[in-house]
């Protein structure tokens, strides 16, 4: 079923915007990791505030904007520059790594990714937790896995990096090409993330994600089984699981993700990324997408992504 261009437009703001109030609702829940009391600190904040995951969707976003398809040099740059600009973002230590030494060796941004941790590159969260304006992007194209492992590639080199980055892509994917008024098929989704992985790791994860849904495991357990690392197979699959928990509802997605331990902040930007994919902008509260930084030039970003 085709998506009216309006309601594809309403899918790509909330992603977007759901990302980014994932990753600030999620960096808050780190001081305040009981629903009430972030409840109440987040109503009564002027602005929220992102961190480097929204700051580095924002430069995949630009970089797409510009040339419509994944230029790791252009993506590298975008990068770079906006650190430049914003280093205090939170950024962790392989981006300005891999940035500092492009600028001084002249290597190109692969190369130096991949030299990260002896010469296997990264495997964290870095490269799924930016990835919603490629699972927008391309949300219809078969080049979906290739696309999003050069997007990865340029500070994430290893397999299991490129391949996580990729998974939350498809999940992103298939929820902005859901509609929403058909009845939601939770085995299905999961299935085709599995079929879609290319690493025993995440293959395994999102498998055991299945299994802790299907046995409705509760979410402190199931954040336990599935890891509560950086790493992205230790992460990304708990905020699948967080979206598939609670499909119809962005807040019960989102407190799902954060309020569970583990990477806050980044499992709130892959959450909320995925839920306000499939429910839409109208779905997040508006108080709380008042108070998102940024929140009219994200939302640019993202009517210029659907305009295409």
């Known amino acids: 079923m085709t998506i ?18 994932g990753d600030a609702i999620g960096e808050i829940a780190f001081q305040y990791p009981e629903k009430e009391r972030l ?15 929204t700051a ?24 770079s520059r906006n650190y430049t600009r914003e ?22 941004y692969i190369e130096a990714a991949r030299a990260l941790f002896g010469g296997s ?24 896995y290739s696309q999003a492992c050069a997007s990865a590639e340029v500070t994430h080199a290893h397999p299991i990096g490129m391949d996580g980055a990729a ?33 025993r790791e995440i293959q395994v994860k999102m498998r055991s994600v299945h299994t802790l849904l299907a046995e409705r495991v509760l979410p402190d357990v199931a954040a336990e089984s599935l890891g509560r690392s950086v790493a992205v197979h230790e992460s990304m699959p708990f905020a699948i699981y967080a979206f598939l928990k609670h499909p119809k509802s962005f807040e019960g997605c989102l407190f799902c993700a954060v309020l569970n331990g583990g990477d806050r902040d980044t499992l709130g930007a892959m959450a909320g990324a995925i839920s306000g994919a499939y429910l839409g902008i109208e779905a997040i509260p508006p108080t709380w997408r008042e108070k998102l930084e940024n929140a009219q030039y994200i939302a640019q970003l993202a009517e210029s992504l659907a305009d295409g």
Request: overall charge neutral; proline content about 4%; glycine content about 10%.
């Open 4 to 21: 009216a261009k309006a309601d594809l437009r309403r899918k790509y703001l909330g992603c977007m915007i759901g990302s980014g109030l």
């Open 39 to 53: 409840c109440i600190q987040v109503e009564g904040m002027d602005q929220l505030r992102y961190t480097d995951d």
């Open 56 to 79: 580095m969707a924002i430069g995949l976003a630009e970089s797409l904007q510009r040339v419509r398809r994944i230029d790791q040099e252009d993506l590298g740059d975008t990068f």
């Open 87 to 108: 280093p205090w973002r939170g950024d962790a230590m392989g981006p300005p790594a891999i940035f500092a030494r492009v600028q001084r060796s002249g290597v190109s």
């Open 121 to 144: 590159g990264s495997f964290g969260n870095g490269a799924a937790m930016r990835i919603a304006p490629v699972g927008l992007v391309f949300h219809r194209s078969p080049d979906l």
């Open 167 to 199: 998974v939350q892509a498809l999940a992103i994917a298939t929820a902005t090409s859901l509609p929403q008024g058909e009845q939601f098929e939770e085995e299905k989704f999961i299935r085709k993330l599995i079929e879609f992985a290319r690493t």
